[in-house]
């Protein structure tokens, strides 16, 4: 590991020493992010306050040739800001200014760390907000939810964080400065934007973001239906597709799930039920009666046992803040959870699911269910203690045979928490060797000394076929010292 | 089939001949100038799979656009973002390709909000995957993504799946009488309130509006903002460009700035969209003046159809952003072959 001198000498030059941090009491709070089974300290933490100081540390490093790791607020599920050990953490936590706000255009101009639900509270005078609603949102960054593409539980209807977002400013490894998107729609050339949207910072520093704001609907109302049988529930899903409904959201627990996030917040969950629906509609008072009423008659056919109509605002969000607290409330019932994120066609839920329930047995964990439906987004959160190394060890083959499963039915090893270094080998299964040889050459093109967030999101060849052989002998893996997630 | 095409531009790889990669050449005007033997898109078609309650189709290349409409229609789903054809010959390849979105983008989203996954030829011959049929997928960079709207230059692409939506039970258009700066204001300002609005148009004083959704919705919406009620196939005309606005010689330039710019005091008529948000020309203006109004408004100018295209199609890029793209160009198609210059100018 290379000293820190060199760099921290270049960074003063420039920017004031609270904005340069390389102690190691100093730099422990950013050796991880919300993945906390991966750790790093990073060799150097450098706070910028401008995009000048941004620009600079990035010509530093590039200069230098040292890694660089962007970070918003380190909720990253992913290890997305797993900070690099002969690196800079590059926080982008002190960029947290709203720039402008035009209601009649009905865009926001914010900086990176503007946290997530923020925008839309300043919104809101204007009646308009902004969708994308990671269950994160009061912590989470602007500028971490377009590294990762964050999604939330509206994303059926009002789609991820690159629906959202009309442009970005920023800066190349090299502090060359890049505009993508904009107000203009379809800006001219290859869409950069979409590709720089879900690139885990590793194609470009983002110093400001544009972001779309919506009319916040009149009315939204949510149906809470109760099923006996949880493929009863996934078939249900499929039917409200089926009638022609995009709802604003549709979400789905399992018994476990319910039952933790009952003693947590209280929010009135069927215990009973083997697995509950949300189901949301949002618009005109006239929509959202009749798409509610829609809705029911659906849900009544699949074999919904209970269904309750949230009356006001009140109980709408009371129905919400259960799911939207599952992590935390299965928090509560164990000492660690492991959360995954595969999406599936909604097809072939019922059948993942009792996969799932079969890797239960066959690893002795728990592993509750909460699930973005709608969009066929799966979160299992196995639940484990991290201080017994076989269930640890348990946990992570748990896990691997879920995402693969994944794949196998069509679908994806992540939905919107991002490949960081959690998953990477698993895009071993998903990808082949010529796509990821072509997302390598996509990096080289805007990182060709490969600094940027270096190791993560997209694995090498020889990292793949090192997997490959893992997976081949089983069990036991080799390097077991390794932190795996 | 898919080994033929692959044999073929491996084969073109390795004499540095350019391909031009076509479907149905409905948008052969669209873009630089075309060279390179032709490949043609349509023998590899059909739809390969499709199941309502997915929302989700997935098709071949060579798959004809107003076909595959037509099956989406009988399970009242659509293309959300309203793809124009520019003649029945068109298909999804081409489409994809071309990255053009109609009437409902303003509502709804772009072409390439819609693209969940492709399978593509790159200029080794390889056949690679990306994305797939799922509404949401982080796993590695967004090259579904970043190929739609490449006019064919980074591939070619074989397959594509796309997101779709219900089509809305009811729909009718309206028409008001307003002057183009307050039609803009007005378009701008329905758009932050929660009303229905499927599309806007504006042209010679007449502003138009369609509303789409829940028969309760349409209504109440339709008594809110007044006007009075016309055909809803005048937007499949201005999509089209089969509307009276778009007949004559001028060039036709298709501007794209932010919406509330305020009234553009070009030489010509305009056709206004999307709130404001794209605005077409018929004008003999000259490209330079018309680029530089546009840059101005922090917009951009694209000559969409003219007999002379040595102005170039697209505005050019900042000096970064151009060297990010070529290096992307390379990246896929390291020997150049695929419609060379159709979307960077050939140096």
Redesign the interface.
């Known amino acids: 590991m290379g000293s820190a001198l060199p760099v921290v000498t270049a960074l003063r030059e420039f920017l004031p020493e609270r904005a340069i941090l390389h102690e190691e009491e100093d730099t422990r709070p950013y050796e991880c992010d919300g993945l906390t089974a991966y750790r790093q300290l990073p060799m150097v933490v450098a706070l910028p306050e401008t995009t000048e100081q941004v620009q600079r540390i990035l010509k530093t490093c590039s200069a230098l040739k040292i890694p660089v790791v962007p970070r918003g607020a380190g909720t990253g599920l992913s290890g997305g800001a797993l900070p690099a050990g002969d690196g800079v953490l590059l926080s982008m936590a002190k960029f947290m200014r709203v720039l402008r706000i ?5 865009v926001a101009v914010v900086q990176p760390g503007v946290r997530n639900a923020v925008v839309s509270e300043v919104a809101a005078p ?3 907000y902004y969708a994308p609603d990671p269950s994160s949102q009061i912590a989470c960054t602007i500028g971490g939810n377009v590294s ?2 964050s ?1 939330g539980v509206h ?2 209807k009002y ?2 964080t ?2 959202n977002v009309l442009g970005m400013r920023g800066f ?1 490894i090299d502090g ?5 998107g ?11 934007l ?2 720089a ?3 885990e910072g590793m ?1 470009m520093v983002v110093t400001e973001v544009t972001l779309k ?1 919506l ?4 009315c939204a109302r949510v149906i809470m239906a109760s099923f006996d049988d949880v493929e009863k529930a996934g078939a249900a899903v ?2 409200v ?2 009638a ?3 709802p604003a959201g549709l979400e789905m627990m399992d018994r476990p799930a319910t039952h933790a996030v009952e003693q947590f917040v209280h929010a009135g969950y069927d215990l009973q039920a083997a697995a509950i629906l949300l189901c949301e509609s949002d ?2 008072t ?2 959202v ?3 509610i009423a829609r809705m029911k008659a659906v849900l009544e056919r699949a074999g919904a046992t209970r269904m309750t109509v949230s009356l006001d605002e009140a109980e709408r969000l009371r129905f919400w803040s259960g799911r939207k607290a599952a992590f935390p409330a299965v928090g509560r019932i164990s000492p660690d959870y492991y959360c995954m994120d595969g ?5 072939r839920l019922g059948e993942v699911l009792t996969f799932i329930a079969a890797m239960e047995q066959k690893y002795k964990l728990r592993c509750p269910n909460v699930f ?1 439906a ?4 799966l979160h299992p959160l196995i639940l484990f203690d991290a201080n017994d190394p076989d269930q640890l060890h348990r946990t992570e083959q748990f896990a691997a045979e879920v995402l693969e499963k994944c794949i196998e039915v ?10 960081g270094v959690e ?1 990477i080998n698993q ?1 071993c299964v ?3 060797a ?2 990821l040889e ?2 390598r ?6 990182d060709p000394h490969g600094l940027l967030n270096p190791g993560k ?2 694995p090498t060849l020889a990292r793949c076929s090192e997997y490959g052989g893992m997976r081949v002998h089983g069990g036991k893996l080799p390097h077991a010292e390794l932190p795996r997630f | 089939m898919i080994e033929s095409l692959q044999e073929r531009i491996r084969d073109a790889a390795s004499r540095r001949t350019a391909l031009r990669l076509r479907g149905g050449g409905s948008k052969d005007f669209y873009g630089n100038a075309l060279r390179g033997e032709i490949i043609d898109t349509r023998g590899y078609a059909g739809v390969v799979d499709y ?6 189709v997935t098709a071949r290349c060579g798959t004809s656009l107003s076909e595959l409409e037509s099956l989406l229609e009988k399970n ?2 659509c293309l959300p973002f309203e793809p124009p054809h520019f003649g029945a010959s068109a298909t999804l390849g081409g489409c994809i390709a071309a ?1 053009l ?1 109609g009437p409902r ?1 303003a509502s709804a ?2 072409l ?2 819609f693209v969940l996954g492709v399978k593509l030829i ?1 200029g080794r011959g ?1 056949a ?3 994305g ?12 579904s ?2 190929i ?3 006019l064919g230059t ?1 591939g070619l692409i074989a397959e594509v799946s796309l997101k779709l ?3 809305p ?1 009811e729909e009718i258009t309206l028409q008001l009488e307003a002057p183009q700066a307050r039609a803009l ?1 007005l378009m ?2 329905w ?6 609005i499927s599309a806007t148009a504006w042209h010679r004083d007449d502003l138009m509006v369609r509303l789409s ?5 349409v ?3 339709a008594a809110a903002i007044g006007g009075e009620t016309i055909d809803n196939a005048f937007w499949g005309g201005v999509r089209e460009h089969a509307d009276g606005f778009f007949a004559g010689d001028e060039p036709l330039w298709r501007l ?5 710019s305020p009234p553009l005091e070009l030489e010509g008529r305009q056709l206004i969209e ?1 709130n404001g ?2 605005r077409w020309l018929k004008s003999k203006m000259p490209a330079s003046a018309v680029r530089e109004a546009l840059r101005r408004v ?3 100018a ?1 000559l969409f159809r003219a007999a002379d295209k040595s102005a170039g199609c ?2 050019p ?2 000096p ?3 060297r ?2 070529r ?6 198609d390291p020997a150049g072959i695929f419609n060379p210059g159709r ?2 100018a050939e140096r």
Not at chain 1, 441 to 446: I, L
Not at chain 2, 191 to 196: E, I, S
Not at chain 2, 213 to 217: D, F, N, S
């Open positions: 035009d209601p009649l255009a009905r204007f009646g308009l990762e593409n999604g994303c059926l789609g991820l690159l629906h190349t060359e400065p890049i505009e993508l904009g107000e203009a729609p379809d800006a001219p050339g290859y869409d950069l979409a590709l949207i879900g690139s194609l704001l009319p916040k609907p009149k499929a039917d597709i089926a022609g409904i995009v618009g005109t006239e929509e009666d009749d798409e999406t599936i066609p909604r097809k973005h709608g969009d066929g987004n069509g679908g994806t090893i992540t939905g919107e928490h991002g490949v998953k895009m998903q990808f082949g010529p796509e072509l997302f050459s996509v990096k080289s093109a805007f999101a997209i | 199941e309502p309650t997915e929302l989700v009242r789903q990255g979105s983008r989203g772009a390439r909000d790159d390889q690679l995957s990306f797939g049929q799922v509404m949401k997928n982080v796993a590695g960079y967004d090259v993504r970043l739609a709207g490449s980074l939506a219900p089509t039970p204001e701008n300002r758009a932050g309130q929660p009303l229905p959704g829940a028969e309760p919705a209504r109440a919406a794209s700035l932010p919406s509330t999307w948000g794209l922090k917009g951009h694209t697209f505005a890029l900042e970064v952003l151009e990010l793209q290096q992307l160009k390379g990246a896929f979307l960077l």
